[in-house]
């Protein structure tokens, strides 16, 4: 298993709205395609961040579904609607080892 943890900075004071379109719109649509261990705001370091953790089997997993959902039109047609909130993105991929608790 691979974790990525996708970390959003959000225009300051929008997290409470980005996340409630997030919810509301998108979650249900990339949950057919990754597993979500978790999410948080962040309350030191780059403030204003929203932090997702997302669970795939391997790397090669994760750029399938992720093929498959920039595939997904309903996918496609809500991304527009998260993209004002975003002042920055980064993706880091987290492997296990082998006494971590999460495998």
Not at 48 to 65: C, G, K, M, T
Request: hydrophobic share 45%.
């Amino acid at each position: 298993m691979i974790l990525e943890m996708r970390t959003y900075q959000i225009q300051a004071g929008k997290a409470p709205e980005f996340l409630k379109i997030y919810q509301a719109n998108g979650l249900h649509i990339i949950t057919r395609y990754a597993r979500l261990i978790g999410c948080w705001t962040k309350e030191s370091g780059v403030l204003n961040s929203v932090v997702f953790l997302w669970a795939y089997d391997d790397f090669a997993h994760r750029s399938a579904q992720r093929t498959k959902m920039a595939q997904d039109a309903e996918w496609t047609a809500f991304v527009p609607s998260i993209l004002p909130y975003l002042v920055h993105q980064e993706s880091v991929f987290l492997n296990p080892v082998g006494f971590s608790p999460i495998q």
